[in-house]
């Protein structure tokens, strides 16, 4: 059994900030690559960014610069700090978690979502 909980959404003015953290708990042996997804109304979930457990990042085009992933492997944590938000940045964001619960194979794992609304 494994949960991922994310919080850190809120309402935010064009150019703010806001910072994302989703914590994996339950029966876990290892976490191998971690990410952020975001679906807005009418689209598509698309990635917005992703770390693997060696710390390599990939980020979409239009978030790279002002976006940073980052994770804490002490505490099955990963981060999104967003910066110069924008209001197409308005979306529900998705923690995403591919892990090894010691048993079969590696699977991703997804977290309930949080909103972020961009909005002066």
């Known amino acids: 059994q494994v949960q991922l909980v994310e919080s850190g959404g809120g309402l935010v003015q064009p150019g703010g900030s806001l910072r994302l953290s989703c914590a994996a708990s339950?029966?876990?042996?290892?976490?191998?690559?971690m990410g952020w997804y975001r679906q807005a109304p009418g689209k598509e979930r698309e990635l917005v960014a992703a770390?693997?457990?060696?710390?390599?990042?990939n980020y979409a085009d239009s978030v790279k610069g002002r976006f940073t992933i980052s994770r804490d492997n002490a505490k099955n944590t990963v981060y999104l700090q967003m910066n110069s938000l924008k209001p197409e940045d308005t979306a529900v964001y998705y923690c995403?978690?591919?892990?090894?619960?010691?048993?079969?194979?590696?699977?991703?794992?997804w977290g309930q979502g949080t909103q972020v609304t961009v909005s002066s």
């Open positions: 995403n978690s591919n892990i090894d619960v010691g048993w079969g194979r590696p699977r991703g794992y």
């Open positions: 339950g029966r876990i042996f290892s976490i191998n690559a």
């Open positions: 770390i693997t457990s060696g710390g390599s990042t």
